[in-house]
């Protein structure tokens, strides 16, 4: 895909890890199908029991690959690249899976007061961070680019699946929604398949846990730790069954320029990354809540721009949903559910009291 829009691509760490043996091999009354590839810049883990197990991951992967065609802002035959190139003229009639996200996309970001939004694919192009060009842009580029971020402009056509952004030189991106988006895919088509068991895991970023592993228990999930590198350094570890997964940090894409930490998570206020205290946070969201798989994407990027007691008590007004916001500090800011689904917290953080 060229310049990469998603997320790099970790090869031995990613955001989430599959802690230890948790899941693997076979059970006494199911097998297991696994497959991996690469698709939205990262790689993709499916696994799956029960059902027709096997033919829900191959469909899976036609699923993903599709929409990662239909998504990428770096193919110029892509619905959302006709979009961004017809800004301020046309209608684009695209794909109804390009318009279902667009439409969630602007809705949460009407619920999130604009914390939320796409169309900050604008300063993701002009910063370019996490490719060879990216650069601290002038402010005054700042200044007369934040005048194309308004999820208003987003104007919807749905008698033929339509996107038109209202103004020209308008700019959306989907990298934070679509891995999410693609999770929720999978599980349709896992469920239309009648699989019992299974993970789902995008890039390690966004995940859904289907019922129990292989040992009959729930899945264990190792959450990253945001300032180290080391393999099985987690921050914590967390135990999901039927339940989306998904986290975010400035350690995904960033440089570091006079000391300062430049991260591909930008305010759309002011067209800088985040300064709001966090350095990562993480999502879970149980199975029946509708669209889970692109909310968990979606609430992440809320919560980090909103900060630690915003962003908290943002997640603790939404039935179903719960959340872990690691702050700069290295303070850990939980709701109850959460909390108690978490184990062995690394010694380099603290609950907040």
Known sequence: MGKKRYVTIWLVLSLFLLVGCSGCGISHSEQFFDRSGVAMDTTISLRAAGGEAQQAIDESFASIEKLDRLASTNNPNSDVSKINRAAGKDYVSVDPMIYEMIALSKSYAAKSNGSFDITVGIFTRLWDIGNPDQHIPSPKSIRDNLQYVNYQDILLRPTDHAVKLAKPGMYIDLGGVAKGYAVDVVRDIYKRHHVQQGLINLGASSMFALGKNAKQTEWNIGIKHPRSDEDGNYLGIIKIENQFLSTSGDYERYFIKNGVRYHHIFDPKTGYPAR??????????????????????????????????????????????????????????????????????????????
């Open 276 to 353: 709001s205290g966090v350095i990562s946070d993480s999502i879970i969201i149980q199975e029946d809540i509708p669209h889970a798989g692109i909310l968990s994407d979606i609430l992440t990027t809320v919560v980090f721009v909103l900060g630690p007691q915003k962003g908290l008590a943002f997640i603790q007004n939404m039935p179903g949903v719960e959340c872990e916001i690691t702050g700069e500090n290295g303070i850990l800011y939980m709701t109850e559910g959460f909390k108690q689904r978490t184990s062995d917290i690394n010694q380099d953080f603290r609950l907040s009291s």
